[in-house]
């Protein structure tokens, strides 16, 4: 070969390989509209979903958020709000403790109110004027992005913005609704449903009650919650597209959890994990940082969450609790939404607000007492810090049970919660070294992934909007009727042949055996003549 000859094969690569990486450059600098709408008005669900918004506007793209968290200090120009705040207020300290107890009809009471929830912010959100002037306007977007709750009345926005694709947040294990319409499996034998304290290791009445459970409320939320969201939207907007269809090309969801801690599920390529997307540690105050440092013998935090009011107890359980830990050996930091806290013994700091993930952090909090809410649980295992765990309500149960199937975590049920079973378990949980053990193994294995959860879910949504995934990451499954997905048509026809030869088989039989019966009587005739 000629240097001739070389010299071009070598220029004619160069160039090839400008082209590819010009390519890739313009594949990666390119923006694209994005809209995220929220019509649920509780905040530690949007404290979830946020931190992909903001990253998605700091990385260029413009982005437009529906939703009830409006951003008081907008530094980014290309992050738009339209605000919610209507009728509604976002859900901060909401949930009065006086009025949870727990029986086996919890769960199914829990749709109820889920329901109604849902109605009324649909119905807030499509008739407010600016959500109305936005659809009106149809302005063109590259992706949607929307949460998979209580409400599929983002869907309509979908429809009057002619179907671009769109991504399913869960901010907790996917509600039980959410895997049929992308196709995903959810054998209840051994996936929990979400409204339940149940572990994946469940006994024959655990799963039982999970595939009885499982069946209603796929069928009660079609029934009492998308048909009436249907009848709103077409009041508001006009006549749509059955929900249930819509919801069929959803391109895929990204989900707050992690196997490490739920456990492995059989999840489609567009099921995508990323718990703990919401944990960005703030440095901690100096006050509480000095109180921490100087806390040698350890810490018991004390939070549950953002909902829940804890001063709305009753007198009793707040005696139980300020006895307990006013009488442990060791200091106690307790979110309080009120300035004052009868009676708080000299060991219990109190605030307000408190930066959560970063107090789990330091290396003297040995335990967490939690509500079992999915961001706290998040980010006590991402400290390695076992946990007391007291689940109220939603999805608390089932991320208490997976907590306490990992061995980090002891569940106190809210109806028997006294001084004596909490101090027993605070006890347990600081003597006993298999929880710090097993905390610091699950820590392990829960930060060990390739990207972090926030880069993954930035992938997945610019990914998606570049219209790449949207044919070949739809299961087949979604074209199927429910009758063909559960293979009912396929065993009816086996059953029908089935009986089918059976029936031949047995007009065969009995014509061989009448056959046989009538040549024996002939022959037995023949016999009985010549003896004759």
Partial sequence: MTVKKIFLILLLGIIHLIDNTSALESVADKKYKILGFFSHPGKSHFDVFKPLLVELANRGHDVTVISYFPRENNTINNYHDISLINKFNPFVNVVDLKRIFHTPMTPFLELFHLRNMGLQSCEDALNLPQVKNLIKSKPKFDLILTEIFNSDCSLAIVDYLNNPAFIGLSSHVMMPWANGRIGNLDNPSYVPSLFHGFAPNMNFIER???????????????????????????????SSKPLYDIARNTSAILVNTHYSLHGPKPNLPNVVEVGGIHINPSPLPNDIQQYLDNAYEGVLFFSWGSMIKASSMTNDTLNDILKVIGNIPRKVIWKWETENLPNIPSNVLIRKWVPQAAILRHPNVKCYLAHGGLLGISEGVSAGVPMVVVPMYGDQFNNAAAAENRGVAIVLEWNNFNAKTLRSAIDRVFNDSSYQKNAKLLQKAWHDRPESPLKTAVWWAEYIARGNGQKFLKSSVTSLSWYQEALIDVYITLIVIFVINIFIFYKFFKLVTRSCIKKKFNDNSVYDKKNK
């Fill in 208 to 238: 039982t009650f999970n595939t009885i459970s499982l069946l209603y409320m796929k069928i009660f939320y079609q029934v009492a919650f998308n048909w009436p969201t249907q009848k709103i939207i077409d009041e508001a907007l006009g």
